[in-house]
């Protein structure tokens, strides 16, 4: 049974920093894309980010660029989202999610394109 588990998430303010992490189990995580999303309420889930299964290719979304930065430990079946210059519209569950992509090293920007969630963890960043 595939787990993808995040955490990290929290209250902060405008300005700070914060890593989230995402710990998989069930999979191969080696040979997976993961991608970074976030939902708030009445919205469809926006891309935040994403990173290869090899190479360390990544994407960011245009509201997050230059501000997060996403990295993997494949050794820990991890990935990371470092959050900084957090605002106030960053506010949201941040979801990692999953994707087997085979030999590609596209990165998938639609949340059709992933396999695998995990719950979310909730980010408030106060004014």
């Known amino acids: 049974q595939v787990q993808l588990v995040e955490s990290g998430g929290g209250l902060v303010q405008a300005g700070d920093s914060l890593r989230l992490s995402c710990v998989a189990s069930g999979l191969t995580f080696s040979a997976h894309a993961m991608g970074w999303f976030r939902r708030t309420p009445g919205k469809r889930r926006e891309f935040v980010a994403g990173i290869s299964w090899t190479r360390g290719i990544t994407d960011y979304g245009d509201s997050v660029k230059g501000r997060f930065t996403v990295s993997r430990d494949n050794a820990k079946n991890t990935v990371y989202l470092q959050m900084s210059s957090l605002k106030p519209e960053d506010t949201a569950v941040y979801l990692c999610?999953?994707?087997?992509?085979?030999?590609?090293?596209?990165?998938?920007?639609?949340?059709?394109?992933?396999?695998?969630w995990g719950q979310g963890t909730q980010v408030t960043v106060s004014s």
């Open positions: 999610a999953a994707r087997f992509a085979g030999p590609n090293t596209f990165i998938e920007t639609t949340p059709e394109g992933y396999n695998y």
